[in-house]
Each structure stands twice: as structure tokens, then as C-alpha cells.
């Protein structure tokens, strides 16, 4: 077995996280192996916008303060922070604190939030796409990071969880950049791996209690699954969530990037501890529009044939101009700068600079932006 991952059922939030959280530690090998007293330790969390955490946008506050209780009783200093979507700035982050709940557990609790916006370059020689990374300062500044994901869908990656979840160590804007370095699915996809097997999370967790299906990972609907998931290996971690929700692990670009790596991507890799998964099997569970498309940019084809297919197949984005407030952060945060307002301040896109990206869709306050496929797209690959 080349990675051991604990799934706890835990249908609600409330008092009963902690303990089923600390259970699902315990069967890993308890948090002590992880953190010892003294260490500085980042709870990377999920807060990619300015949303209360019933909207299943950003890490359920309770998981969050399950996990910062398990630090401090193993004698660790837990440090709440992530870098958003849009600018990492004091005001926006200040915001998002506020909003998605986190900022009242660190007042119960005691836990520092970051608000240290330094950045810096580092080196990883491993490194498949990029040998060098722009990352938080929060980042390499602690002695141990634990992640704690939401599991949910993602119009681009099909899927976000343990993998994804530490594209946010890149600091604000700098993560366009990478977006417009990147559009390739299978390239970004690998730039993602390279993010995981630098940072080397001691510990991911995901919340699963709450997640999002549909168009994720901020315009879907909540869904109850009902899990909290440990383990080591964040990649083994995202290997039986999507199983977990029947999301086929070939589906999901990350996983096969990691499978090229010889890094764990298959559940017969994986040994499974904690509870029968047939409590709560989901069904019929959602996943984004532009599921089907992916494929093109993994398989191996000419070129010239594979733009050809894409251009007649790929998803592309759509805005509501009812509901759009002309906020321009779709304007302000799209890598290639392939949207500009119109007349009334509603946003218009050029499809000819469009990466489909779908930052637009990702970080929309007002989910004034659908993700929408033509028909031959429709039609083939439902």
C-alpha cells in the first residue's frame, strides 16, 4: 500500500466533528506524529471568496476549529490563513476572515489568522512544469502545514480537494499569471502536482460534510455527503473522495497527473481505514458541465486536430447581465484579459483570447456567470 487514508462518517456539523475528527487522526497514527510542541503550524484552509460557510464555498469554520484544538492540545501554534482568488491584500482577506466565519473561531480559540503578505521564490528541482514557484512567505515560514480542503467540483479541474487546494500558496495575482502561463489542462494539472510535492503537507483533511456539486467550486449547489477524510498523501486523499462520490478518478486531470508521476492515483493503492463507506455512498452526485473535454488535452493527438475538436466542443463562459452588479472582478482577476465591460458596465468576452480558465465563473459574487457548451459538446459527451 503506498498510502493509508481514514474516512469518518460525520453527518452534521457541531460538537460531534472534533471528536470524529480526532478518531480519523488516531487512525492514521494520531496527531502527535504530525505536530510536536512548539511548531508553527499552517491550517491551510479554502477561503477563495467572501462567502458564509453554508454556501459550501469555504471550509466549514467548525472542521476548521476541530483541527486548531488538536494543534494546540498537541503543543503546536496554528496559524489560519490561504490566499484567496483576486488580491492578497490586508482589506480582502480581512473580509473573507470575517465572512466565511473563521475569524470568530480564532477569538474562541485563540489561533493566530495570517496577515502576513510577503511572498518569495524557492526552488524545487522536482518539479515537472516549474522548477522554481511564487509562493506565500506563511508558507515557509512554518515548521508544518496541514491543509483542510472542501470537497468540491471545479469548472476547470473537474475536481478540488487536497491537490488543488494548495494553488492557493501562490499569493493573489500571481496566480493569474500561472493561469495564463498555463490554460492547458494537463499543463496546469502538473503545475498543481508540483505545488503538492513542494509544500508536502504533513496532514490533509477534507471536509466532506457539506460539499458542492455542479458548476463548483463557487456557483454549485451544497450537497450532504457526510465524510471527514485524513491521511498523509493528499493524492490518495483526492483518490477516495472521487470514489466516494462516483467521480471516476480518470476524469480528474490532477489524478492523472499524479498517475504519470508514480504517485498514488488508484484505490488499490490506498489501504482504507474508518467507517463503511455504504453508510452513505452518493449517488447521482453532479459534476461541472466541462466534464468530457478534459480528455483533449490529455490524450494524445496532432495538434492541429486537437484545436480543431476543441474549438467545436469547449465549454465557454456565459454572464447574466441581470444579475451581473458590474463589480469587474471578472475583469480585474481574468488571466488573459479576455473580458472588457460594455456600455451599461456589464462584462463581454472575446472567445478568441478566452483560455477557459473559468476565473470569471470562480471568483463571480453575484454567480452571474454559467459555463455553457455547444451542442456538439452536448450531444457527445453527456
Not at 469518518?8 to 470524529?20: F, H, L, M, Q, R
Not at 512544469?129 to 506565500?136: A, D, E, Q
Not at 502536482?193 to 513542494?198: C, K, L, N, Q, S
Amino acid at each position: 500500500m503506498s498510502a493509508t487514508v481514514a474516512i469518518k462518517y460525520c453527518p452534521a456539523y457541531g460538537a460531534d466533528v472534533e471528536n470524529t475528527l480526532r478518531s480519523g487522526i488516531d487512525e492514521i497514527g494520531g496527531i502527535a506524529k504530525f505536530v510536536k510542541p512548539g511548531q508553527r503550524v499552517l491550517l491551510k484552509v479554502n477561503l477563495l471568496m467572501k462567502k458564509r460557510p453554508e454556501e459550501a464555498v469555504t471550509t466549514h469554520p467548525s472542521v476548521v476549529e476541530a483541527a486548531v484544538h488538536l494543534v494546540q492540545e498537541a503543543g503546536g501554534i496554528p496559524v489560519i490563513g490561504d490566499s484567496p482568488g483576486g488580491p492578497y491584500t490586508m482589506g480582502a482577506l480581512q473580509a473573507i476572515y470575517t465572512r466565511s466565519g473563521l475569524r470568530e473561531v480564532a477569538e474562541r480559540t485563540g489561533a493566530l489568522l495570517n496577515e502576513d503578505f510577503g511572498q518569495t521564490v524557492v526552488s524545487h528541482s522536482e518539479g515537472k512544469i516549474s522548477k522554481s514557484l511564487t509562493i506565500t512567505k506563511s508558507v515557509t515560514d512554518a515548521d508544518v502545514v496541514i491543509t483542510l480542503s472542501k470537497l468540491k467540483t471545479h469548472g476547470m479541474m473537474t475536481f478540488t480537494g487536497a491537490v488543488k487546494i494548495l494553488f492557493g500558496v501562490i499569493p493573489g495575482l500571481q496566480k493569474v499569471e500561472y493561469h495564463f502561463k498555463m490554460p492547458n489542462t494537463k499543463n496546469f494539472a502538473h503545475l498543481l502536482v508540483d505545488i503538492a510535492t513542494y509544500v508536502k503537507p504533513s496532514l490533509s483533511i477534507m471536509d466532506g460534510i457539506v460539499g458542492m456539486e455542479g458548476d463548483g467550486p463557487s456557483a454549485g449547489k451544497p450537497r450532504d455527503i457526510g465524510a471527514l477524510l485524513v491521511s498523509e498523501d493528499p493524492f490518495g486523499l483526492d483518490v477516495v473522495a472521487t470514489n466516494l462520490i462516483g467521480l471516476k478518478p480518470e476524469k480528474v486531470p490532477t489524478i492523472m497527473a499524479a498517475r504519470e508521476r508514480g504517485l498514488t492515483s488508484r484505490m488499490e493503492e490506498i489501504e482504507l481505514k474508518g467507517d463503511d463507506r455504504s453508510l452513505w455512498q452518493i449517488q447521482n452526485f453532479v459534476v461541472p458541465k466541462t466534464v468530457g473535454v478534459n480528455f483533449l488535452d490529455m490524450a494524445p493527438m496532432p495538434k492541429r486536430v486537437r484545436r480543431f475538436l476543441v474549438d467545436r466542443i469547449r465549454p465557454r463562459p456565459q454572464f447574466n447581465h441581470d444579475l451581473c452588479k458590474g463589480c469587474k472582478d471578472c475583469v480585474n482577476n481574468c488571466p488573459p484579459h479576455a473580458l472588457v465591460l460594455n456600455d451599461k458596465m456589464r462584462p463581454v468576452v472575446d472567445l478568441d483570447v478566452c483560455i477557459r480558465c473559468f476565473c470569471c465563473q470562480e471568483l463571480c459574487p453575484q454567480q452571474a456567470v454559467d459555463i455553457v457548451r455547444p451542442w456538439v459538446a452536448r450531444t457527445f459527451f453527456k
